[in-house]
């Protein structure tokens, strides 16, 4: 070869080297990379190219649709049904906003590109059948779900139903909510829709989980974890004396802490008894009594200070290190303690389960779509805050709550509730409305409690002086525990 035709060939071979070269970079190194670029509209052209799985409640009503559509490359969007009442459960899959929620956490098993879903693809490719996407089935009954939804209508709030035997959670409801069908699709008005919900434009905040995603003082529905904490103690017990001088002063401020009337019995009451009027004085005595660090120990083991994954996260609910003062008045649901909905309902359901406190969980079974059971979850317990003795005996105290105390508005004919109200003050001196709880638990005839609940309000146009946790969430409490009761008597 001479020299001018050797050369070409290096040349050319260098070329073909570089070609390589860089085929291979985009192939092994960039294709990740290339794939989920907000650019390339191949995958969300595939995405959309075909219906979702759906997201179902327990009795296997479906949650969620899909339609066609014509507006864009986009062959199906997303629907909803009943939207508002499931939104914070479901979440949304939008074609511009992505998704959330059930819709986020589950999103490559509803489209069907989860690795759990190989063998449903590759018989799908040899027989020519599009496979679609798997099913969600929840833990959630439309009956209860649909009972605190229409409870909660008209306030700003959250409510949160937990089988205290197994963890699931059987309704979870938040208003006001949204219509995630009215944002899934690419169309002028999905766009306003979205810009209308976001909380620079809506001060209600529809698209806030309230039940998982928001924190509130728990106001006196915490005295139930201070209680548990005393008896677990050993020095306390549910009937005896406790040297509770009313007014409570502050260890270190002396600032006095009064109760909601003068006139009950609160002076050196008894844990029963101080359940049953909701007496300050004795719980924060007690949370001094017991300090900071066994204060803080206890909450813990009721899962206060973590997140949650039910699966979709809920935010950690606090019980801080904290001087005397605060510590204190923590003891109460005061100062700087905070709780979700469903940090309080597993509170309750731990002590409706005799001290074992399950794991929440909203997602029952995974299916494939020809329906073959994917994964199931199993209940799980997650800790035991107290023994199954003094649970029983905190049984014995919020029953006393409800059958002759401060929430005699949730007693259901034929069974045994028990219960504990709240009203947790906030702003500068008490300065704006408070926060409206109740927390209960049913008993059917066997001593079998199917359903724990919280329910927080957070706004309401109830007057200042009648906002109470008896008077506002007791009753939204009530019809959910009776939904469960009627689906599982």
Not at 137 to 156: I, M, Y
């Amino acid at each position: 070869m001479n020299k001018p035709l050797r050369r070409i060939a290096i040349f050319a071979g260098v070329l073909i080297f570089a070609l390589l070269a860089r085929a291979n970079w985009l192939q092994f190194v960039q294709a990740d990379e290339l794939q989920s670029d907000d650019n390339n509209r191949r995958g969300l052209i595939a995405r959309y190219s075909q219906p979702r799985g759906d997201i179902l409640a327990a009795d296997g009503t479906p949650l969620t649709g899909s339609t066609k559509t014509e507006a864009s490359d986009f062959a199906y969007k997303r629907t909803y049904k009943n939207g508002e009442m499931w939104a914070p459960v479901t979440g949304f899959s939008a074609q511009i906003y992505g998704e959330t929620l059930l819709e986020g956490v589950y999103d490559e098993f509803l489209t069907g590109t989860d690795d759990r879903l190989f063998f449903d693809r590759t018989i799908g490719m040899l027989t020519g059948e599009k496979q679609g996407g798997g099913n969600v089935t929840t833990t959630l009954l439309p009956s209860a779900q649909k009972a605190a939804f229409d409870g909660l209508q008209g306030k700003e709030g959250a409510a949160v139903a937990i089988d205290p035997q197994t963890g699931e959670i059987l309704a979870l409801a938040n208003t006001p909510s949204y219509d995630p069908s009215k944002i899934a699709g690419m169309s002028d008005d999905d766009q306003q829709t979205w810009t209308s919900l976001q909380k620079e434009n809506n001060a209600s905040q529809p698209m806030l989980n309230r039940a998982l995603r928001q924190t509130y003082p728990p106001g006196s529905t915490f005295k139930l974890v201070t209680a548990a904490a005393a008896l677990e103690s050993g020095e306390y017990t549910l009937d005896g004396k406790t040297d509770s001088p009313s007014p409570y002063k502050a260890p270190i401020s002396g600032n006095e802490l009064p109760n909601w009337s003068e006139t009950i019995p609160c002076k050196n009451a008894s844990i029963r008894v101080a359940l049953q009027y909701s007496c300050n004085n004795v719980f924060a005595k007690i949370s001094e009594e017991l300090g900071n660090e066994k204060m803080k120990e206890a909450a813990e083991k009721f899962g206060f200070n973590e997140q949650q994954f039910v699966p979709v996260r809920a935010v950690a609910s606090g019980f801080p290190e904290a001087e005397p003062d605060l510590n204190a008045y923590a003891g109460i649901g005061q100062g700087s303690v905070t709780s979700t909905p469903l940090q309080m309902a597993m509170v309750t359901a731990a002590i409706a389960n005799d001290g074992a406190l399950m794991q929440p969980y909203m997602v029952d079974k995974l299916r494939s779509p020809d329906l073959d059971i994917i994964e199931e979850t199993k209940p799980e317990e997650l800790s035991e805050p107290m023994s199954g003795a003094t649970a029983q005996k905190l049984q014995e105290g919020m029953e006393t709550v409800v059958s002759e105390g401060t929430g005699e508005s949730a007693q259901i004919p034929g069974y045994t509730v028990g219960g504990k109200t709240g009203t947790a003050q906030r702003g500068v001196g008490n300065s704006e409305k408070p926060y409206a709880w109740f927390v209960s638990y049913a008993k059917d005839q066997n001593g079998e409690s199917p359903v724990a609940v919280a329910v927080v309000i957070e706004s309401s146009d109830t007057v200042r002086d009648e906002i109470g946790g008896s008077t506002l969430a007791a009753p939204v409490a009530k019809a959910v525990m009776e939904a469960v009761l009627e689906e599982k008597p």
